[in-house]
């Protein structure tokens, strides 16, 4: 599974899959803390659409960590202030980056998450789409 979409999968979904993922590799192996979780301001680029120039629409809090397992650098970064979070994305980042043998056996999981989160998704549409107003259909006099 490639990084962006595991790490789709781990910010989306349950706080709980992270966790368990990352207490996995803390109980087998010495985990490095390189820079503890802190909080960051990042500029967000844009590029507007009539000349197609860059930017700066303005800046967003984040949570970054760095790790390090077995000579391997993790990093986790997550928008908003989730200390734990970026702790345990930092961890699951390095474990894939090592090639860790627990990696094996977490697509099941992660697919598995996807799979809910979709589904939440599609149940949050559904109730969106119940309030739509179809105006082709109202009678204008």
């Given at each position: 599974?490639?990084?962006?979409?595991?790490?789709?999968?781990?910010?989306k979904?349950?706080?709980?899959?992270?966790?368990?993922?990352?207490?996995?590799?803390?109980?087998?192996?010495?985990?490095?803390?390189?820079?503890?979780?802190?909080?960051?301001?990042?500029?967000?680029?844009?590029r507007?659409?009539?000349?197609?120039?860059?930017?700066?629409l303005?800046?967003?809090?984040?949570?970054?960590?760095?790790?390090?397992?077995?000579?391997?650098?993790?990093?986790?970064?997550?928008?908003?202030?989730?200390?734990?979070?970026?702790?345990?994305?930092?961890?699951?980042?390095?474990?894939?980056?090592?090639d860790?043998?627990?990696?094996?056996?977490?697509?099941?999981?992660?697919?598995?998450?996807?799979?809910?989160?979709?589904?939440?998704?599609?149940?949050?549409?559904?109730?969106?789409?119940?309030?739509?107003?179809?105006?082709?259909?109202m009678?204008?006099?």
């Amino acid at each position: 599974m490639i990084r962006k979409k595991r790490t789709e999968i781990l910010i989306k979904g349950s706080a709980e899959v992270s966790a368990k993922l990352a207490q996995e590799i803390l109980q087998a192996y010495d985990v490095k803390i390189i820079e503890e979780s802190k909080n960051s301001l990042v500029m967000v680029k844009v590029r507007e659409s009539a000349q197609r120039g860059l930017f700066y629409l303005g800046e967003v809090l984040i949570t970054e960590c760095k790790v390090m397992i077995n000579g391997f650098l993790g990093i986790g970064m997550v928008k908003g202030h989730e200390l734990t979070l970026a702790y345990n994305l930092a961890i699951i980042d390095a474990a894939y980056n090592g090639d860790l043998p627990e990696t094996k056996a977490w697509t099941k999981a992660l697919l598995l998450e996807e799979l809910h989160i979709n589904e939440n998704y599609e149940a949050l549409k559904r109730q969106v789409l119940k309030t739509k107003v179809n105006f082709d259909t109202m009678d204008v006099q």
